[in-house]
């Protein structure tokens, strides 16, 4: 096949080589030209219309006929436009460089080898005076009656090398895409690897952290034990001394039931509860920085104390009680200033059930009698009973004596009576009151017995020995003028004020005997928290904080009998809990930023 791409071919001789030839042989080219001019006559070439789209034709000065450009008009040409191969391949004559058209003189022909070229100017061509006629890029032999006029609007070839060119680089973009997705993939595996990496990384970080608490602890307890034995600890020896049976009572005023056990960084914890049975305890801690999250953690009991933060609910504000499950659930219950009261599970670590409070909620407890009923106590001073079998609303809200906050709540036992009846006690600065519900009587009574300590600013109850001890701070009042103000005592604000604690005992469905009152020094700003204790061969013991040494006092019941004196960091005590078990009995006491863990020795 003959090559498609046209090129500009001239002849072996040029123009000024071949003119004498001409001017010699003027009489035989004039009748060679005649005769070709009856031959192009009779070979019978018609004439084609103008299309639009072809390019306008150059018209000389004399006879309106084609004018195909000289060499030297062609030299011109290519100053001024430098023109390049792809420019004119199929769309210019090679002889003249100008494009040829459709119609008139320079219409487009070809000869029998395949080149293509205007016909005014391979007729030129070939009338030229020479003996042998040849095309002017191949030299093939031909004649003026080889020419053929092409009826066309247009002539492009297509490059055959340059397709395979562009069918080569179709194939090399589709291969580079493919690569291309096959990288983005292994990206996206390597960055899945990367978080996987990082989640691992934060894991051995959070555990080398836990040993090195764990290690400071066991070394601090080294050296207690040197001092308490008057020699220092060994150094290169391996064995470490046991927790269980250790005598601490070097840290303590007195010796007493309870000894140190742990001690655990707890910042911005608040609340605490002890769940004996799994092992674990639960805090409502703040989290540091400016509007920090309120979270639950959940720490374990058992070396290396492993703790997990579970994330609250959008709402849930800060908790203000909480207390988990005395039956054994895997339940916690907590309420919140979110106006929620919300069960927990600690297996699974989320939330699995939330009321809507009209108020936001201060207290909570659980029914002793019935492991699905739960209770409430409001800030406006109404307390709600609800049944977790029924999620959508409160089995019933009840108005309180006053508007003031219930700030404790405890499900009591009370066999004295009928079979369904369930008691309540709450406390609110008003005093303690007692709630029967599902008997004929709803309607809370104020606990009168206690008589006029002031206000009542906490409330610990025992269910095994059903012993009642309320703390009071003097009332303020303000309708009471002041004569002098040097008659007052004078004390810094947070800094405790002479208070008491009154110790109760039911006699009856709804009568109370006071046993005995006792003198303590009581926070005057905060709601502090104590706790009572049977313990065997200690009996009843009452747990609370001396706000002006910021000391862990256990005090025998009725007595009031001072029995230990657990030493702080001289940091307020904001919460105190006692959970018992058959193999021994955990204290813990919540200070700012620590929460220590006692052990009871009665119980080993």
């Given at each position: 096949m003959p090559n498609p791409i046209v090129y500009i071919a001239v002849g072996s001789e040029s123009e000024e080589e071949t003119e004498p030839e001409s001017e010699?042989?003027?009489?035989?080219?004039?009748?060679?030209?005649?005769?070709?001019?009856?031959?192009?006559?009779?070979?019978?070439?018609?004439?084609?219309?103008?299309?639009?789209?072809?390019?306008?034709?150059?018209?000389?000065?004399?006879?309106?006929?084609?004018?195909?450009?000289?060499?030297?008009?062609?030299?011109?040409?290519?100053?001024?436009?430098?023109?390049?191969?792809?420019?004119?391949?199929?769309?210019?004559?090679?002889?003249?460089?100008?494009?040829?058209?459709?119609?008139?003189?320079?219409?487009?022909?070809?000869?029998?080898?395949?080149?293509?070229?205007?016909?005014?100017?391979?007729?030129?061509?070939?009338?030229?005076?020479?003996?042998?006629?040849?095309?002017?890029?191949?030299?093939?032999?031909?004649?003026?009656?080889?020419?053929?006029?092409?009826?066309?609007?247009?002539?492009?070839?297509?490059?055959?090398?340059?397709?395979?060119?562009?069918?080569?680089?179709?194939?090399?973009?589709?291969?580079?895409?493919?690569?291309?997705?096959?990288?983005?993939?292994?990206?996206?595996?390597w960055r899945k690897k990367e978080a996987k990496w990082k989640r691992r990384e934060a894991l051995l970080q959070q555990q080398l952290h836990q040993f090195k608490e764990k290690t400071n602890y066991l070394e601090h307890l080294l050296d207690v034990q040197s001092r308490t034995l008057g020699h220092p600890p060994s150094m290169g020896g391996s064995q470490v001394p046991s927790l269980v049976g250790q005598n601490l009572g070097s840290e303590f005023n007195g010796q007493g039931p309870f000894m140190l056990q742990k001690e655990l960084d707890v910042d911005?914890?608040?609340?605490?509860?002890?769940?004996?049975?799994?092992?674990?305890?639960?805090?409502?801690?703040?989290?540091?920085?400016?509007?920090?999250?309120?979270?639950?953690?959940?720490?374990?009991?058992?070396?290396?104390?492993?703790?997990?933060?579970?994330?609250?609910?959008?709402?849930?504000?800060?908790?203000?009680?909480?207390?988990i499950c005395p039956s054994g659930s895997s339940l916690a219950l907590f309420a919140s200033l979110g106006k929620k009261l919300s069960v927990l599970s600690t297996k699974i670590n989320q939330v699995?059930?939330?009321?809507?409070?009209?108020?936001?909620?201060?207290?909570?407890?659980?029914?002793?009698?019935?492991?699905?009923?739960i209770?409430?106590?409001?800030?406006?001073?109404?307390?709600?009973?609800?049944?977790?079998?029924?999620?959508?609303?409160?089995?019933?809200?009840?108005?309180?004596?006053?508007?003031?906050?219930?700030?404790?709540?405890?499900?009591?036992?009370n066999p004295t009576l009928p079979s369904g009846v369930t008691t309540v006690l709450s406390a609110s600065s008003a005093g303690?009151?007692?709630?029967?519900?599902?008997?004929?009587?709803?309607?809370?009574?104020?606990?009168?017995?206690?008589?006029?300590?002031?206000?009542?600013?906490?409330?610990?109850?025992?269910?095994?020995?059903?012993?009642?001890?309320?703390?009071?701070?003097?009332?303020?009042?303000?309708?009471?003028?002041?004569?002098s103000s040097q008659a007052l005592p004078i004390h810094a604000l947070g800094q405790g004020v002479q208070g008491s604690h009154v110790h109760l005992k039911r006699v009856e469905s709804n009568c109370y005997q006071k046993l005995a009152v006792t003198c303590a020094n009581v926070n005057d700003v905060r709601l502090p928290r104590s706790a009572v204790m049977n313990i065997e061969n200690d009996g009843c013991l009452f747990v609370s904080g001396n706000e002006?040494?910021?000391?862990?006092?256990?005090?025998?019941?009725?007595?009031?009998?001072?029995?230990?004196?657990l030493k702080s960091q001289k940091q307020p005590i904001y919460d105190v809990k006692y959970a018992h078990a058959c193999d021994g009995g955990f204290l813990g006491c919540l200070s700012e930023g620590i929460l220590r863990l006692y052990s009871n020795r009665a119980l080993k």
């Open positions: 010699g042989n003027s009489g035989e080219t004039d009748e060679q030209n005649s005769e070709s001019e009856e031959e192009a006559e009779a070979e019978g070439f018609i004439p084609v219309m103008e299309s639009p789209r072809v390019l306008p034709e150059k018209e000389g000065e004399e006879g309106g006929g084609r004018i195909c450009s000289s060499a030297g008009e062609v030299g011109e040409n290519s100053q001024g436009n430098e023109w390049n191969r792809g420019d004119i391949d199929g769309l210019f004559c090679t002889i003249c460089m100008e494009a040829w058209t459709t119609s008139a003189d320079h219409h487009v022909c070809c000869l029998p080898c395949g080149h293509i070229f205007g016909f005014s100017c391979i007729r030129k061509w070939l009338q030229q005076g020479r003996t042998t006629k040849k095309c002017p890029q191949c030299n093939r032999k031909c004649t003026l009656k080889d020419v053929r006029k092409l009826f066309a609007s247009r002539i492009v070839a297509i490059d055959g090398e340059s397709q395979k060119r562009i069918q080569s680089l179709e194939s090399e973009c589709i291969s580079l895409e493919q690569k291309t997705a096959v990288l983005i993939k292994n990206e996206a595996e911005g914890a608040r609340l605490f509860d002890i769940d004996a049975s799994s092992k674990i305890i639960l805090l409502a801690r703040r989290l540091q920085g400016l509007g920090g999250t309120h979270v639950l953690t959940k720490t374990s009991l058992v070396a290396p104390y492993m703790r997990e933060d579970i994330p609250l609910p959008f709402g849930t504000k800060a908790v203000r009680d909480l207390h699995t059930l939330a009321y809507d409070l009209p108020a936001p909620a201060w207290s909570c407890s659980w029914d002793l009698n019935s492991s699905h009923q209770y409430a106590g409001l800030q406006n001073g109404s307390l709600g009973v609800f049944d977790m079998r029924q999620t959508a609303r409160p089995l019933d809200f009840v108005n309180g004596l006053t508007s003031n906050p219930i700030h404790t709540i405890y499900s009591t036992n303690i009151c007692q709630w029967n519900f599902s008997g004929s009587e709803q309607r809370p009574f104020l606990v009168s017995e206690v008589g006029n300590q002031g206000a009542c600013i906490s409330l610990a109850y025992c269910p095994r020995s059903d012993d009642i001890v309320a703390s009071f701070r003097p009332r303020i009042d303000n309708s009471v003028e002041i004569a002006l040494t910021c000391e862990l006092v256990l005090q025998e019941l009725p007595s009031f009998t001072v029995l230990q004196c």
